[in-house]
C-alpha cells in the first residue's frame, strides 16, 4: 500500500433545426462576383508589387492555429510543414452587400493555388439580429492552407474594412482538473536513467479498479497512464525512484481520487493504491436518491423555495464533448448535434452526440438536468436539452457552428464550459448575434489562475468563476489541494486554486469535488470552473422558466431579455466574503431569485446592475422606458464602449 514518505515536510500549498452549414468541396467552382463589384483588397498568389498587394509575413513561433495533419508527409515519409485552419470572412460594413463580398472573397481565395476551402458557414436564418451591435451576415469561410499565406492573408485583410481573416485556434476544453505541480523543472537536454514504476489500484475490499487514471510527477514532465482490466499500469519516468513527488489517482467512476505528496514507492514491487466509494464520504450525501450535490443543495435546490421549479418550456444548449443518454439520470434527452462529425454537405451527425469519449459533457448535463428519479436531481430537468458537441478538437468554427444553431433554434440559454487563450472577431460576433436573438450565453471563466479567458471576457456573457467548501471532500484527495488558505470566506467558501478571475467575473459557482453523472451510468467528482457554470446555467433556466419577469412567454427575445435575465441572476447573489475578482457578486441561489419582490411588469429592470453596472456600462432602464428606447441605449453605449475601432457605431462593425 502507498503511503507518505516520511520526510521534514509534506505539506504543500498546492426546436426544429434547421440546415447548419453548407460545406465547400475541395476546390470550390469560381463563383461569379456581381457586375461592377470591387473585390475585397484579398492578397491573391503570387504577390504583385503596389498598395494592394502583400509580401509574405514572417511566420509565428507563437501560431496557436487547429491544424490539420493532412498531407504533411511525403511518399516516402518525409516530414514537411502542416497546413493550417482560417477563417475568412466580410463585415458588416462597406458599400455592397454582405453577400457580394462573399463572392468576391471567394473568387479571391479560389485563384490562390496553395489555398483549399474546407467549409463554409451560412448567416443565420433569424434575421432579428440583422442590425444590431456586432451584425455579421456574411459566410465564415474556412480555409486551409500554408502558415505563411494565411499570415499574408491576415495582413492584407488588415488593410481593409471589408474583411476579416484570423486563425482557426483550437479551442481549450475546461475539463476536469489534473494537478499541476509547480516547482517541478523539466528534465533538462542530458540522457538520464530511466525508472518503471509499477502500480496497482484497487477497490476498498481490494478489487481491481480498471480505467483509473495514474499520473506520477517527478524532477520531468509528469507521466501518467489507464490502469487495466486487473487494475496495474506501469509508469516510467526520467530520473530515480527517489525523484517522485506525488502521484495522483483519478478514477473513472464511483469512487473519491486520490493524491499523495511525496510517495514512499517501491521500485522493485507493485505499489497499491486503494480508493473509497463515493457513498463512503457522508458529508457528500451520495447515498441518497434522487442525489443533490453541495452546490446544489448550497443554491438552494433543496429548499421549500424551489419546489416545483423544473425549467419546463425552457431550451438548453449544452456545448461541450456530447452526452450519454443511456445513463438511468438522462434519459429524457433526446436531442443532439455532433459538430465533430460533419456530412458532405456541412451538416453535423444528428446520432453520435451520445458518444462522450470525454465524459465531461455527461458530467455538465447531470448538474444541468438529470432527472431525479435514476440519481442526480438537475436544476432544469422538465427543460429540453440540445446537445451541441464539439469535443474532441472543437475549434472556432465548431464554437460558431454550435451558436448558429442555437440562434436558429431558438435557444433560450446555452452553457458554455471552454475557452482559448486566444480572440476571435468572428466569435465575438456571433456570442453578440445570438445575445441580439435572446440566447443567454453561460461562460466558465477558465482554469489557468489566471485573467479570465476568451469568450468569457466578452462583457454579454455571464461569466461563471469556482469556489469550493470545506469539508465536502476527503482530505487524502486533490480537491483538498485547490483550498487557497488565505481567502476562505463565509461558512468555509474558498475560491479555487484554479480558478480564472478577474473583473469580468459576474458570480461564482460550486466547482470543487462536484459529483454528477458519466458515461456508463456511474458518477464521478471533479473540479473545474467547468463544473461551476452548469450550475449557473441550471439556476438562470429556471429564472427564465418561473421568475415573474419572464412569465410573458409572448415578449420578444433580445438583447433587453437576455441582460434581464443576467440581471436577475446577478441580483439573487449573496456576497460569500471574497474579492469579487474571483467571486463576483457572490452566489446565486434559487432563494434569492424567487424571493425577490415579483415586477409588476416583464419589462421592468428592478435587479441590481450587471455587475455593479449593466452589461454595457449603464443603469438599469425605468419600468415605462419603451423598447426602442432601450434597444437605442444599448446600441449607443455598445458603440461607446467599441474604443479603437473607427466609425464603429456608424458602420456597424463586430466587435474588434
Known amino acids: 500500500m502507498v503511503k507518505p514518505a516520511q520526510s521534514e515536510s509534506t505539506s504543500r500549498q ?44 514572417a511566420a509565428s513561433p507563437q501560431l496557436n492555429t487547429a491544424a490539420v495533419g493532412a498531407g504533411v508527409a511525403t511518399p516516402d515519409g518525409e516530414v514537411k510543414p502542416k497546413k493550417f485552419e482560417f477563417l475568412v470572412s466580410v463585415r458588416s460594413a462597406g458599400n455592397l452587400s454582405p453577400a457580394a463580398r462573399t463572392l468576391s ?58 474583411v476579416i481573416v484570423e486563425p482557426n485556434h483550437r479551442l481549450i476544453h475546461l475539463a476536469d482538473l489534473m494537478p499541476q505541480l509547480a516547482g517541478l523543472p523539466p528534465t533538462g537536454l542530458v540522457a538520464v536513467a530511466n525508472t ?24 520531468g514532465f509528469p507521466v501518467n497512464g489507464q490502469t487495466d482490466a486487473t487494475g496495474t499500469v506501469a509508469l516510467t519516468l526520467a530520473g530515480t525512484i527517489d525523484s517522485v513527488q506525488a502521484i495522483y489517482i483519478k478514477p473513472f467512476a464511483n469512487y473519491w481520487e486520490r493524491f499523495i505528496w511525496n510517495p514512499a514507492l517501491n521500485g522493485a514491487g507493485v505499489n497499491t493504491v486503494s480508493l473509497q466509494p463515493l457513498a463512503s464520504f457522508a458529508p457528500a450525501g451520495f447515498s441518497r ?24 418550456g425552457i431550451r438548453i444548449g449544452i456545448i461541450d464533448s456530447g452526452c450519454d443518454n443511456k445513463h438511468p439520470a438522462l434519459t429524457h434527452i433526446r436531442t443532439g448535434r455532433d459538430y465533430t462529425k460533419l456530412d458532405a454537405a456541412g451538416n453535423p451527425d444528428q446520432q453520435s452526440w451520445t458518444v462522450d469519449t470525454m465524459s465531461h459533457g455527461t458530467h455538465c448535463a447531470g448538474v444541468i438536468a438529470g432527472n431525479g428519479q435514476n440519481g442526480i436531481r438537475g436544476f432544469a430537468p422538465a ?15 465548431s464554437l460558431i457552428r454550435a451558436l448558429k444553431y442555437a440562434i436558429d433554434n431558438q435557444i433560450h440559454v446555452i452553457n458554455c464550459s471552454l475557452g482559448s487563450d486566444q480572440s476571435s472577431e468572428l466569435v465575438q460576433s456571433w456570442m453578440e448575434q445570438a445575445r441580439q436573438s435572446g440566447v443567454a450565453v453561460v461562460v466558465a471563466a477558465g482554469n489557468s489562475s489566471g485573467a479570465v479567458q476568451f469568450p468569457a ?31 476562505i470566506g463565509v461558512n468555509g467558501i474558498f475560491p479555487a486554486k484554479f480558478t480564472c ?72 447573489a449573496s456576497p460569500v466574503g471574497i474579492n469579487p475578482n474571483y467571486a463576483g457578486a457572490g452566489l446565486p441561489s434559487a ?31 425605468a419600468a415605462n422606458q419603451s423598447t426602442a428606447g432601450l434597444e437605442n441605449a444599448i446600441r449607443q453605449a455598445v458603440a461607446a464602449a467599441l474604443a479603437g475601432i473607427a466609425n464603429g457605431q456608424a458602420t456597424g462593425r463586430p466587435f474588434g
Open 105 to 162: 472573397v471567394l473568387d479571391a481565395l479560389n485563384a490562390m493555388p496553395d489555398v483549399e476551402i474546407v467549409g463554409n458557414i451560412k448567416p443565420s436564418g433569424a434575421a432579428a439580429f440583422s442590425a444590431g451591435p456586432g451584425a455579421n451576415s456574411g459566410d465564415v469561410i474556412v480555409a486551409r492552407t500554408t502558415q505563411e499565406r494565411g499570415l499574408a492573408l491576415q495582413a492584407s485583410a488588415a488593410a481593409t474594412p471589408d
Open 289 to 312: 436518491n434522487p442525489f443533490l450535490g453541495w452546490g446544489q443543495k448550497l443554491m438552494g435546490l433543496d429548499q421549500q423555495t424551489a419546489s416545483g421549479l423544473t425549467g419546463q
Open 196 to 219: 518503471t514504476v509499477q502500480f496497482r489500484v484497487v477497490d476498498q475490499n481490494g478489487q481491481a479498479l480498471e480505467k483509473a487514471l495514474v499520473v506520477m510527477y517527478g524532477s
Open 591 to 621: 432563494a434569492g431569485a424567487f424571493q425577490q419582490p415579483a415586477m409588476e411588469q416583464p419589462t421592468t429592470i428592478s435587479a441590481p446592475p450587471f455587475g455593479q453596472q449593466s452589461v454595457f456600462g449603464q443603469q438599469p432602464m
Open 383 to 397: 427543460a429540453e436539452v440540445h446537445i451541441l458537441k464539439l469535443f474532441e478538437g472543437g475549434a472556432f468554427d
Open 457 to 487: 471576457s466578452l462583457p454579454g456573457v455571464l461569466t461563471v468563476s469556482a469556489v469550493g467548501q470545506q469539508g465536502d471532500f476527503p482530505a487524502d484527495t486533490y480537491h483538498a489541494q485547490t483550498v487557497m488558505p488565505n481567502m
Open 14 to 57: 498546492s426546436p426544429a433545426a434547421s440546415p447548419e452549414t453548407t460545406a465547400a468541396p475541395s476546390r470550390l467552382a469560381t463563383a461569379s462576383s456581381p457586375p461592377g463589384a470591387a473585390s475585397p483588397q484579398v492578397a491573391t498568389a503570387p504577390p504583385q508589387p503596389g498598395p494592394a498587394s502583400l509580401q509574405p509575413a
Open 501 to 572: 478571475f478577474g473583473p469580468q467575473v459576474k458570480v461564482c459557482g460550486p466547482g470543487v469535488a462536484i459529483i454528477s453523472s458519466v458515461p456508463g451510468g456511474g458518477y464521478a467528482a471533479w473540479d473545474g470552473t467547468s463544473m461551476a457554470a452548469p450550475h449557473l446555467t441550471g439556476l438562470t433556466a429556471l429564472i427564465a422558466a418561473h421568475h415573474p419577469a419572464f412569465a410573458n412567454r409572448a415578449a420578444p427575445r433580445n438583447a433587453a431579455w437576455v441582460d434581464r435575465l443576467f440581471q436577475t441572476v446577478i441580483a439573487a
